[in-house]
């Protein structure tokens, strides 16, 4: 599967982005896509990796402390894409944000888009 993630961008802290990651590959079907676990994960500068949501195949979701209650995570398995609402932005959001696929076995990662928050 490949995973193509877009939605960053510059917000001023308090606004909004929405994160979307397009899942594709001949072999992907909308049943195929609907049996993975979809995870958010962030890099921001300096740091390491983090999970920041995830949402199961039965559309069960989690969310890292520090984005509880700010961020949503959907997923339409039609479509094959998973979203990430993402309100109230601070300036500690700031990071590059990947989208991943756990399924058949097997972990796939997007490109990663960059997220800026300024105060």
């Known amino acids: 599967v490949q995973l193509q993630a877009s939605g960053g961008g510059l917000v001023q802290a308090g606004g909004s982005l929405t994160l979307s990651c397009a899942a594709s590959g001949i072999m992907v079907t909308s049943s195929d896509y609907s049996t993975y676990n979809m995870e958010w994960y962030r890099q921001p500068p300096g740091k390491q990796r983090e999970l920041v949501a995830l949402?199961?195949?039965?559309?069960?979701?989690g969310y890292g402390d520090a984005v509880k209650g700010r961020f949503t995570i959907s997923r339409d398995n039609i479509k094959k894409t998973v979203d990430l609402q993402m309100n109230d932005l601070k300036p500690e959001d700031t990071a590059v944000y990947y989208c991943s696929s756990d399924g058949d076995g097997a972990r796939a990662w997007g490109q990663g888009t960059q997220v800026t928050v300024s105060s």
């Open positions: 949402i199961t195949r039965t559309s069960e979701t």
